[in-house]
């Protein structure tokens, strides 16, 4: 067989093995990813954001809600000088919100902002619902205060820590 014949034949089987795997996955094969918005899609997810609540009714300040009804003003990471992977990261995967997490948190944000603002700190869940349908949540955990950190009184202190 020929050179040509053989990379044709190998092209075709190649091509064919290929459309075998993204119609058995619902298009959502991608074999050299190693983003997460191609290898997670559909996987719940958990993110981090601020919002200087300082002007909030205290009624209304630890309600779980939509992104789209959220109090206050958003804070952005950028114009403080904070990463937002790392804060979202630093948020989302701290289990244990012991004195030592909640002080590198408020160091991360910059305690000076703090002097003036209050600053609610959220976790936002997002997960699919059926195969078109996205919820988003927008949990109050922590809220920072000029002298003091309060959490949310409608979470279990489970919540908080696992001990």
Avoid: C
Wanted: no cysteine; glycine share 4%; aromatic share 12%.
């Amino acid at each position: 067989m020929s050179v040509q014949k053989k990379s044709i034949k190998i092209t075709l089987i190649s091509l064919l093995f290929y459309s075998l795997l993204v119609a058995t996955h619902e298009g959502e094969y991608w074999p050299f990813s190693i983003y997460p918005m191609f290898s997670k899609a559909g996987n719940p997810w958990t993110r981090a954001l601020v919002r200087d609540v300082s002007n909030t009714n205290p009624d209304e300040l630890w309600e779980t809600t939509t992104l789209d009804n959220l109090n206050g003003n958003p804070v952005s990471m950028k114009s403080i000088g904070v990463d937002q992977i790392d804060y979202s990261n630093f948020v989302s995967k701290t289990k244990e919100w012991d004195e030592k997490r909640i002080l590198a948190l408020r160091n991360m944000l910059g305690e000076r902002y703090l002097i003036t603002q209050d600053w609610m700190i959220f976790k936002v869940h997002g997960k699919m619902i059926g195969n078109d349908s996205v919820v988003v949540e927008t949990v109050p955990i922590l809220l920072f205060k000029s002298d003091t950190t309060l959490f949310n009184p409608n979470l279990s202190s489970n919540y908080y820590s696992s001990e």
